[in-house]
């Protein structure tokens, strides 16, 4: 799994799994374990997938600190 850190200094693991027409990416926050899944068409740009499987992370991180 690659590793990308956010703008927030937060690492997160990424893994892409091709499934025929689509790609399913799942984002892990390294710190909390928090993840989350997301698919998108298989032929798409790896760094497109990865971004909006980061940007739900951050949404949902965030969601998470706001209730608490």
Known sequence: ???RVSKGGREILIEIVT?????KVTAIDAATGTEVSTT????ADR???EA????KLQFVLNKQNATR
């Open 1 to 3: 799994m690659p590793n």
């Open 19 to 23: 499934i025929g027409a689509y790609a």
């Open 47 to 49: 760094a497109t997938l």
């Open 52 to 55: 909006v499987a980061i940007r």
């Open 40 to 43: 998108g068409p298989a032929d």
